[in-house]
């Protein structure tokens, strides 16, 4: 029987339109991905109330495969204190391997800052929905 298996990658976002290369050995439990979603950490101090774009990702790679070509954007809105952003669902990515790699590009878009015109440092989660055998 196969049962749902969220793997959470936290990463930190220190400079205005850092790109970051993500690059995790994934759990050894794991047989397939078929989703991901996207969510920044904590409470950010911004001027604006709501920030519909403050990064993306910007390509996913499974296994050393191929990459999947999508733009997963994440926002922001400050009076809920949470991340807005869809969850992704998509067509089995890739059965994965013994030793599974994820690889991915995020791109900050510069767009969380303070009412002084500063940027924000803030982490995000990427969450990815796998399949496990029990």
């Known amino acids: 029987m196969e049962r749902t298996s969220w793997v959470v990658i936290q990463t930190e976002v220190t400079t205005q339109g850092q790109i970051i290369e993500i690059d995790r050995k994934l759990p050894l439990h794991l047989k397939r991905c ?38 997963q954007h994440v926002g922001y809105d400050k009076a809920k204190a949470v991340s807005k952003a869809r969850r992704l669902e998509f067509d089995v990515l890739d ?10 590009l995020y ?11 500063a940027f924000i440092p803030y982490k995000f ?3 990815l929905k796998c399949l496990k055998n029990d």
């Open 107 to 117: 791109e900050d878009a510069g767009t969380a800052l303070d009412g002084d015109g």
């Open 34 to 71: 078929e989703g991901i979603f996207l969510s920044v950490v904590d409470y950010m101090e911004t001027a604006n109330t709501l920030i519909n774009h403050v990064g993306h990702l910007k390509s996913l790679s499974l296994n050393s495969r191929k990459f999947v070509p999508f733009t």
């Open 125 to 127: 989660n990427i969450y």
């Open 95 to 104: 059965m994965l391997d013994d030793n599974s790699q994820l690889y991915a």
